[in-house]
Structure formats: C-alpha cells, structure tokens
C-alpha cells in the first residue's frame, strides 16, 4: 500500500496539487483501492487555491497517516509559506520519513527551505530558476520537465507534475502501470496544441 500527501496552502497553484492527484488516484483505483491519496493542511477550513478553487483537507498538519510520498506544490503562495516556520518544520520533519518526496513548480522552494532540496539536482518554473539558483545550496536543472535526484522528484511548472507523477508510479509500480494509468487519463500531449494546426 502506498499513501500520498499532498501538501495544500493558501495560494498553491491548482494543477499543481490536482494534476497529480488525478494520477495518483487513478493509479489507486487500478490497483483496486491498495493505495490512498489525502490532502493535508494546517488547519480544516477549505484553502483557496490561486485561481479561486477551493478545496477541504483531510487532514491537518498535526494529524495525518504515515505518508510513503510527499507531495508539495507551487504557486503564487509559496512566497509567503517559505517563512511560515511552522509549515516549513513539517515538511523537513515529514520529508525525512517519507520513501519519496516531490515538488511541482515553485513547491522546490519550499523543499530547499526545508531541507531536501539542499545540494540536490532540481526542476521548477522556468520563471524562477533564477531565484532557486540564487537561493544557493542546489543545482537547478533548466531543460527536463522533471528531475530525480534520490528519493527527490522534482518538476517544472504546473502540467509538469503530471509527468513527474507518472513517472514515481512507474517506479513504485511499474511501467505497464503507469501506461495503463496514462491511457486511463488519456494524456498524450504531443502535440500539445491543436488551434493552429485547425486554423483557429
């Protein structure tokens, strides 16, 4: 059985959470309800995401199941988070007895401020590569969508956790998995835009 924990603050951006909850939860459903996904936050009330989407934890910081994957996102509230000591406390705390520990977007901020990502290899938005790099202390990977260093995942922004997430599967799992799982969500985006191509 594995359990994910997907870390949830004010702010995070939507797909970074939810992109590879779909994974996660649609591996869980093929595996025929072995595995679990929940949310985690500080507190129950419902935490607005930063287009608007809210949605209700399922457990709070204090109180949740051991976890095998650590999940962090990114977004506009990972700005705010980086000096919110109590936040970034449980995720080096969690982060250690965690198998696997991922970020999505500028959730990587959040891991070198904790911790994990310190002297690692790591992808983010490519609009603050610049700002991690700065951060010191981590080697930013510029032209991967997602990069594993150890038991770190790491990703560029938003749909990219997708791919990192299918990935982790792939490796817990299995590669017909992960297939079976990516044809389930029927994701196959190459090419990734249409609109031209229809003469839109």
């Known amino acids: 059985m594995t359990t994910y924990g997907l870390l949830m603050f004010e702010d995070l951006e939507e797909l970074d959470l939810v992109g590879p909850w779909e994974v996660f939860t649609a591996s869980a459903m093929l595996r025929e309800g072995v595995d679990t996904a929940v949310t985690i936050a500080a507190g129950r009330d419902p935490v607005r ?8 934890p399922d457990h709070t910081l204090a109180e949740h199941p051991p976890l095998d994957v650590l999940l962090v996102p990114g977004g506009m509230g990972t700005r705010r988070e980086v000096d919110n000591a109590e936040l970034v406390g449980w995720i080096a705390r969690t982060a250690k007895d965690a198998a696997w520990v991922m970020s999505v977007c500028t959730g990587a901020l959040l ?7 310190r002297g690692r290899r790591v992808a983010t938005h490519h609009a603050f590569e610049d700002t991690l790099e700065a951060r010191g202390e981590v080697t930013v990977v510029r032209d991967a ?3 594993v260093d150890g038991s770190l995942l790491t990703s560029q922004g ?5 791919d990192a997430a299918l990935w982790l599967i792939g490796r817990l799992h299995g590669v017909e998995h992960a297939r079976a799982v990516r044809r389930y969500i029927q994701y196959d985006p190459a090419p990734p835009y249409l609109a031209d191509a229809l003469g839109a």
């Open 49 to 56: 995401c930063a287009k608007g989407l809210r949605i209700v």
């Open 158 to 162: 938003v749909s990219a956790g997708i």
């Open 145 to 147: 969508r997602y990069v």
């Open 111 to 117: 891991l070198h401020e904790a911790g994990p990502a």
